[in-house]
């Protein structure tokens, strides 16, 4: 590698989702918008988690490579690049499931079953037998996903932060069993000598300040220093970063979640959108499609004549305002409906219109894609190779450090 595997993970990010079908608006809302604003800051890794779709659905996979192609091709409508990320399948990098193995090994039990959404997806997917090894373990895999890549950051919502401390959890572990070489004390005190005396006083203080005080300000402070270096071996970069969070060679660098906004798409009827739910519009939903949608929407249940006064709050309708009106309409909107002067079908039309007008986006971003699916098809082949290399290298270390890498 060119630089230190911690200085790289720092800006290097990894999301995925699972391909269950075209996305809807929320998807987009929710999760692509973020994405395609990250792709330009941070080095993204964009993964179709297709091993994680067979967790719940693994007794149906009729469509899961037509969902695979679904999934990228709205990706790509929603403006994410493959020459700013890289977009691949989970199941064309196989060591994802090497790592997932081989941390299965030393991952207590009772580290998965305490995940808030084991049982909860118990109780909520009732109609499934979920009582397998891959439900019970997918968090594993959702570690090894982030850790087979170094990721520093993971854009999550904050319902999913227990599954980051856990893949830290796990990654800390792991170094803990595994990130010892024999001499580590000897070769990191002379790692510490070729920064300087001046350096190396100061990158001692600043790890004493940070063990005994916990001051994250001098572990960061120390890391900058350890990258500043130019005389130094990448090897040496590595020891000089473990000896700062602990006693050995960091392999796995822990994860930090990367907290994105609550998406504020709501569904049809007001609840969140879902396809369970049935209240979603997809992202490339035809115009009469979206039109019969928007115009069955319910309203407020106080407006049953034409000139009954509303409260646009009591509304499903007010809150796609929210996301999609300009000032002036949701004004004109605030007015109309509580003085009865607009009726519910005028308060639809503007959201009709800047749906679709949205929607028209995609629609043009994918019809290049739809015409030729072999370029699809090429952006997740090569994607696929570029997150194999980076799986590679990680693994090459993982194996080395468990001494599984046999001459």
Same mark, same amino acid.
């Given at each position: 590698?060119?630089?230190?595997?911690?200085?790289?993970?720092?800006?290097?990010?990894?999301?995925?989702?699972?391909?269950?079908?075209?996305?809807?608006?929320?998807?987009?809302?929710?999760?692509?918008?973020?994405? +395609?604003?990250?792709?330009?800051?941070?080095?993204? %890794?964009?993964?179709?988690?297709?091993?994680?779709?067979?967790?719940?659905?693994?007794?149906?996979?009729?469509?899961?490579?037509?969902?695979?192609? /679904?999934?990228?091709?709205?990706?790509?409508?929603?403006?994410?690049?493959? @020459?700013?990320?890289?977009?691949?399948?989970?199941?064309?990098?196989?060591?994802?499931?090497?790592?997932?193995?081989?941390?299965?090994?030393?991952?207590?039990?009772?580290?998965?079953?305490?995940?808030?959404?084991?049982?909860?997806?118990?109780?909520?997917?009732?109609?499934?037998?979920?009582?397998?090894?891959?439900?019970?373990?997918?968090?594993?895999?959702? +570690?090894?996903?982030?850790?087979?890549?170094?990721?520093?950051?993971?854009?999550?919502?904050?319902?999913?932060?227990?599954?980051?401390?856990?893949?830290?959890?796990? +990654?800390?572990?792991?170094?803990? %069993?595994?990130?010892?070489?024999?001499?580590?004390?000897?070769?990191?005190?002379?790692?510490?000598?070729?920064?300087?005396?001046?350096?190396?006083?100061?990158?001692?203080?600043?790890?004493?300040?940070?063990?005994?005080?916990?001051?994250?300000?001098?572990? &960061?402070?120390?890391?900058?220093?350890?990258? @500043?270096?130019?005389?130094?071996?990448?090897?040496?970069?590595?020891?000089?970063?473990?000896?700062? /969070?602990?006693?050995?060679?960091?392999?796995?660098?822990?994860?930090?979640?990367?907290?994105?906004?609550?998406?504020?798409?709501?569904?049809?009827?007001?609840?969140?959108?879902?396809?369970?739910?049935?209240?979603?519009?997809?992202?490339?939903?035809?115009?009469?499609?979206?039109?019969?949608?928007?115009?069955?929407?319910?309203?407020?249940?106080?407006?049953?004549?034409?000139?009954?006064?509303?409260?646009?709050?009591?509304?499903?309708?007010?809150? %796609?305002?929210?996301?999609?009106?300009?000032?002036?309409?949701?004004?004109?909107?605030?007015?109309?409906?509580?003085?009865?002067?607009?009726?519910?079908?005028?308060?639809?039309?503007?959201?009709?219109?800047?749906?679709? +007008?949205?929607?028209?986006?995609?629609?043009?971003?994918?019809?290049?894609?739809?015409?030729?699916?072999?370029?699809?098809?090429?952006?997740?082949?090569?994607?696929? &190779?570029?997150?194999? /290399?980076?799986?590679?290298?990680?693994?090459?270390?993982?194996?080395?450090?468990?001494?599984?890498?046999?001459?």
């Amino acid at each position: 590698m060119s630089l230190s595997s911690i200085t790289v993970g720092q800006k290097r990010v990894l999301s995925g989702m699972r391909p269950t079908g075209p996305l809807h608006l929320g998807h987009y809302h929710g999760v692509l918008k973020n994405w +395609a604003q990250m792709q330009h800051e941070y080095e993204c %890794f964009f993964m179709v988690a297709d091993w994680h779709a067979l967790t719940t659905n693994y007794d149906d996979t009729a469509r899961i490579e037509e969902y695979v192609w /679904d999934t990228v091709l709205d990706w790509l409508a929603a403006g994410i690049s493959p @020459s700013a990320a890289t977009i691949f399948v989970q199941s064309k990098v196989p060591e994802h499931a090497e790592l997932h193995l081989l941390l299965s090994m030393v991952t207590p039990l009772g580290w998965l079953e305490r995940v808030p959404t084991y049982k909860e997806q118990q109780e909520k997917l009732q109609n499934k037998d979920l009582s397998t090894y891959g439900f019970l373990g997918y968090p594993l895999l959702q +570690a090894a996903d982030i850790l087979v890549y170094r990721a520093g950051n993971v854009p999550v919502g904050a319902d999913q932060v227990p599954h980051v401390e856990m893949t830290r959890e796990a +990654a800390r572990r792991f170094n803990h %069993f595994y990130g010892k070489e024999p001499g580590f004390e000897e070769k990191v005190t002379e790692a510490i000598k070729k920064m300087g005396k001046k350096n190396a006083k100061l990158y001692n203080s600043l790890r004493k300040k940070f063990q005994q005080e916990g001051d994250q300000a001098a572990l &960061e402070t120390a890391q900058a220093l350890v990258e @500043s270096q130019a005389n130094i071996s990448i090897n040496d970069r590595e020891r000089l970063y473990g000896y700062l /969070d602990g006693e050995g060679k960091i392999i796995l660098p822990e994860p930090q979640a990367l907290l994105t906004p609550v998406s504020k798409m709501p569904g049809l009827d007001g609840q969140k959108m879902s396809k369970s739910y049935g209240n979603a519009i997809a992202m490339r939903e035809p115009r009469e499609s979206v039109e019969k949608k928007i115009k069955t929407m319910p309203t407020d249940p106080a407006r049953v004549r034409r000139t009954d006064p509303g409260n646009p709050e009591n509304c499903p309708v007010w809150e %796609f305002h929210k996301i999609y009106s300009s000032e002036e309409v949701k004004d004109w909107v605030q007015k109309g409906c509580t003085s009865a002067g607009i009726g519910c079908v005028d308060c639809k039309g503007p959201v009709i219109d800047a749906v679709c +007008a949205e929607q028209q986006v995609f629609v043009e971003r994918a019809k290049e894609y739809q015409e030729s699916p072999e370029i699809v098809r090429n952006i997740v082949s090569e994607g696929s &190779e570029r997150a194999r /290399d980076v799986a590679r290298e990680t693994m090459d270390d993982v194996r080395q450090a468990m001494g599984l890498s046999y001459k």
